[in-house]
């Protein structure tokens, strides 16, 4: 009898030092969101692989590093931008309205145009504000009677590389009939000197898996990832943090920004404009394998600053299509060098996308109509 009465108190001693624990850890925890919110710290977060990617805007794919997460909807917050509003259809691909593709067959009677190329081609104004989308419903106007349909293959980071993949393995098996391509920019962000870069891009890709490593995240008890404390006990004892991945799971993440040496080398822009022709070649073939009569659209690159990869890339561009029965369509030469047209340099504002979306229609337009 003694004896369970001594267990009796040891056990309502160890509940007490339970609940002062998890009361005061209570305070704590309060105290310390208050204090982040009245000092505007840092957010940082040791969430799990799987959070990370429920709150994601990409995933990852196989083949193509990521891509955008399918039937989504996010808001873009960056301080160039005006906050836009992104829709992500069901097959990963930002979404073109009313003129969004619903099936990969493509309907009797459809005409169906794809877009391709990074951020620039993505857009990064509204579904409704972006060239891709505007594209469509200026060739709907001129050419009455045909449903037209877009599919927006730019993502923000992809490089022509990724668009040679992308077109291989998703885009093709929509049998389009317009293809336009507007990139280039990227590849040179995957500069590097001539003894680290690979026309191959593994000196500058990162999958996520590499990007975030292991973290303890993965094996401490789910509540503890939610908890402030423990998230800067952790953080300060050496956990990663994945507050950015988090938030956006930004491209940055599966790159290697070490390797940029700029885009003012000529000879290192000389060897990356090599790899974006031979991409754009390999594209080419592609698409005429699939489809002989499909109408290839190449566009010249709008580059405000005009910065020296400009040199290399248009002038390549155009050669090429010169020589090889694909429709040119000069956007560098023909717009404007105007702030209102850029957010920046090279990322177009409503404005700016209309002026684009108008060059791409009337073109189109003009090729449809020759025999």
């Known amino acids: 009898m003694v004896q369970r009465k001594r267990r009796l108190r040891k056990l309502a001693k160890l509940l007490g030092v339970i609940l002062v624990t998890a009361v005061s850890f209570g305070v704590l925890e309060v105290a310390y969101r208050i204090f982040l919110s009245m000092t505007n710290a840092p957010k940082v977060s040791i969430a799990r ?102 599919l927006n293959e730019g993502l923000m980071g992809y490089t022509t590389l990724d668009n040679l993949i992308d077109l291989a393995i998703r885009v093709i098996d929509f049998d389009s009939d317009v293809y336009i391509l507007y990139f280039g920019v990227n590849d040179y962000t995957a500069a590097a000197p001539l003894d680290v870069y690979k026309s191959d891009h593994s000196h500058y890709r990162r999958t996520l898996y590499e990007t975030i490593g292991f973290s303890a995240a993965e094996v401490v008890p789910r509540w503890l990832t939610k908890s402030q404390v423990m998230t800067a006990v952790f953080h300060a004892m050496g956990m990663a943090n994945r ?15 070490d390797a940029f040496t700029g885009f003012e080398d000529d000879e290192i822009n000389e060897m990356v404009t090599r790899d974006v022709i031979r991409n754009l070649i390999s594209m080419i073939g592609i698409i005429r394998a699939h489809n002989p009569d499909a109408i290839v659209v190449l566009s010249s690159f709008y580059d405000r600053r005009q910065r020296g990869y400009i040199k290399h890339l248009n002038p390549a561009f155009q050669e090429y299509a010169a020589g090889h029965d694909v429709l040119f369509v000069d956007v560098a030469g023909q717009l404007p060098y105007d702030r209102r047209i850029t957010f920046d340099d090279v990322h177009f504002t409503p404005e700016g996308a209309e002026l684009v979306s108008d060059l791409f229609a009337e073109a189109i337009a003009r090729a449809l109509a020759t025999p």
């Open 49 to 150: 692989l799987s959070d990370v990617l429920e709150q994601s805007w990409f995933v990852p794919h196989p083949y193509l590093v990521y891509t955008f997460k399918p039937n989504n909807s996010f808001t873009f917050v960056h301080p160039k931008y005006n906050e836009p509003t992104f829709t992500v259809n069901r097959f990963g691909f930002r979404s073109t309205r009313e003129h969004d593709v619903e099936t990969v067959a493509k309907p009797p009677g459809t005409l169906r145009i794809a877009t391709f190329g990074g951020s620039t081609t993505m857009g990064t104004n509204n579904d409704s504000e972006v060239w891709p989308y505007l594209t469509g419903r200026k060739v709907s106007h001129r050419v009455p009677g045909r449903k037209i349909e877009v």
């Open 243 to 257: 507050q950015s991945l988090a938030e956006c799971t930004g491209t940055a993440m599966f790159r290697d920004q």
